[in-house]
């Protein structure tokens, strides 16, 4: 998921991709299929993907697939990418710690 301050960045990088479509479908679809099925137990045939891209500008194609033609859409959103990578290159990254005992950490004695 895109946070508030990727997408304001991506505002001012002036950046627009598809990925409302790819999380929108993809997550409607795929959420409901695991609400009754573990995802081990899920072939590529019942999720809902986009095609991965491979490096000769050849496409994985999904039989469930978003329909997007992945390497037309990166050639098209190349400068955008490149905007992004940029950007991303410059961010200071920082680690972040949840505190012990805090509700998101499970202590596991065996």
Same mark, same amino acid.
């Given at each position: 998921m895109v946070s508030t301050s990727q997408e304001k960045m991506m505002r001012n990088l002036e950046v627009a991709l598809a990925d409302c479509q790819v999380f929108g479908e993809c997550s409607r679809s795929n959420r409901a299929l /695991?609400?009754?099925t573990s995802a081990e137990l899920l072939s590529f045939r019942d999720l809902k993907l986009m095609n991965a891209l491979l490096a000769d500008d050849g496409e994985? %194609?999904?039989p469930n697939r978003v329909e997007i033609? %992945?390497?037309d859409y990166v050639n098209d959103k190349m400068d955008e990418f490149a905007? /992004?990578?940029t950007a991303y290159r410059e961010m200071k990254h920082e680690r972040f710690h949840m505190a012990q005992g805090s509700p998101d950490v499970?202590? %596991?004695d065996r």
């Open positions: /695991l609400e009754t994985v %194609v999904f033609k %992945v390497p905007k /992004l990578s499970y202590r %596991v």
